[in-house]
């Protein structure tokens, strides 16, 4: 099967790189060659085929304008002094024991109020993993424990793209389909909060103390409540359900004035930390604020859109009908979600964003469950969860960028892993 080979060569080439520590970005480009050689022998011009990477980057065109955003604002809320007054203001209420069930929760709350990951990462996830940095819990916990929060409200937000994208698809009511998300991560959820309070527990000996990062930070900025303004306006924002980008942009305006006002800043010293991040002269301060900036997000925009064209060939090739009786038979001779949780698994590394791999797996799975409600929740619990888990997918390397959090964080993202595999254990 020509298309099944192909993917096996791509799934190759992409393994390569990780595992030889290259970039992805070559494995995407090949990707990108061998698929529109398919395309170009099913009779298609250059000119179509060009056509077709246009038509599947045009629907991401919205993440790249986000990520643009993201980049600025984790360097604005360093360079404004944000993320330090917040640690000044509440590191006396935080120990080692508690701060990885509390990242998990506190992420989980503002992806729950504003429907993303990658928001909810470039605000509240810097925010605990310098918190947790200066409490010196390790930083691998602290990621899989940011990721697993930043996705806990981005699988069931009713302002989540994720739902909407799953409901729209499904033909289903995006509200019914949350009843069913809730139920099913019950147990996954009070399980990760007791790994994550076990896991602060045994390394509170080993943390820090908040105090030398506190008085490090009131050294080194303007410390006052007037501070806080660029963050207390993503948490109002979000209640009046404003857009994303809207919020990151009103935050990076009061980050400005910030800047400016209280820590000494101005325009063109702005304009160089929007593109490059911000990066103290002082090694102390460098280790824990460093990072951000348009240009850090470069990487990840090239694979949002190398792998998005992949789409716009699949669609107008019929590149995955083939594919698609393969999953049909694999439901059947084993459960509809193991069928579909194996398609997740596989388009997650393939697509290497979250919402390619929803398209695909719906694309490949819509005949493995008949029942829309059903296949709705069986995506919600595979695709939309499985594709932060892998290491070269931006679905988590842009959770875990604005921490600095190392690949490996994806081991201690235990929401994550939980949820597919109380599913796949659980009998309908």
Known sequence: ?????????????????????????FALVFGLMIFSFYAAEAGHSPRK???????????????LITLILIGIVTAYWRAAGVIPAIIFFTADFFSPAIILLMSFWL????????????????????????????????????????????????????????????ATLTGTDIFKNLVGMMKTSIVPLILSSALY??????????????VDAKEIFSRAFEINFFVLVPAILIVVLSLFKLKVRLMMTASILACAAVAIFFQGANFFELIKIALFGFY??????????????????????????????????????GF??????????????????????????????????????IMLTHRLCKKVEPRAEVFAIQIENSAVVISPLIPWSIAGVIVLMPVAAPKISILAAWYLWLIPIFSLLKKK
Not at 297 to 308: D, F, G, K, P, Q
Not at 334 to 354: P, R
Request: proline content about 3%; charged content about 10%.
């Open 1 to 25: 099967m020509t298309e099944i080979f192909l993917l096996g060569i791509f799934s190759a080439a992409l393994l390569a790189c990780v595992l030889s520590g290259v970039s992805i970005l």
């Open 49 to 63: 085929i060009f056509s077709m990477w246009l038509e599947g980057v045009r629907p991401v065109k919205s993440i």
């Open 107 to 166: 992420c989980g709350l503002i992806s729950t109020l504003t429907g993303t990951a990658f928001g909810t990462a470039a605000t509240m996830g810097i925010i605990c993993g310098s918190m947790a940095d200066s409490l010196g819990v390790p930083i691998w916990l602290t990621g899989g424990a940011i990721l697993s929060g930043c996705y806990m409200g981005d699988r069931c937000s009713p302002m989540s793209t994720s739902a909407l994208l799953v």
């Open 197 to 210: 309070l076990a896991a602060g527990i045994f390394f509170a000996g080993e943390g820090a103390s908040a």
């Open 280 to 317: 103290p002269s002082d090694e102390v301060l460098a280790k824990i604020l460093s990072g951000g900036g348009i240009f850090s997000m470069a990487n990840v925009i090239a694979i949002v859109c190398l792998s998005s064209c992949y789409a716009g060939i699949f669609q107008a090739t």
């Open 320 to 357: 995955l009908n083939r594919p698609e009786k393969f999953f049909v038979r694999l439901g059947k001779k084993f459960s509809s979600f193991a069928g579909i949780l194996i398609a997740a698994v596989l388009t997650s590394m393939i697509a290497c964003n979250q919402t390619l791999a």
